[in-house]
């Protein structure tokens, strides 16, 4: 299992970032996908869900309305569009995956600040 996480970068409060998350070696349609985030200090929180055929999702109350996740299975790629940024949302993002175990990617750094 490989997760590659991308799209992560420096912008302003009110910006609007989209990550990726290009997953390998699993069969990507059957398995729910999740993005998590870890800002400094604090610990690893679950931002949003998607199941495995886009039908649930479900979001931190931090981010409702402000983010969505989606999926291609064609392109087995999951992808979180971040809009209305705030300074609060700077963090490591990372993409996971729970197949017998939990699967993580190396992580894409997000920084919002004017």
């Known amino acids: 299992v490989q997760l590659v996480e991308s799209g992560g970068g420096l912008v302003q409060p009110g910006g609007s970032l989209r990550l990726s998350c290009a997953a390998s070696?699993?069969?990507?349609?059957?398995?729910?996908m999740s993005w998590y985030r870890q800002a400094p200090g604090k610990e690893r929180e679950l931002v949003a869900r998607?199941?495995?055929?886009?039908?649930?999702?479900n979001y931190a109350d931090s981010v409702k309305g402000r983010f969505t996740i989606s999926r291609d299975n064609a392109k087995n790629t999951a992808y979180l569009q971040m809009n209305s940024l705030k300074p609060e949302d700077t963090a490591v993002y990372y993409c996971?995956?729970?197949?017998?175990?939990?699967?993580w990617g190396q992580g894409t750094q997000v920084t919002v600040s004017s």
């Open positions: 998607i199941s495995s055929d886009a039908y649930n999702t």
């Open positions: 070696g699993f069969t990507f349609s059957l398995y729910d």
């Open positions: 996971n995956t729970f197949r017998s175990r939990n699967y």
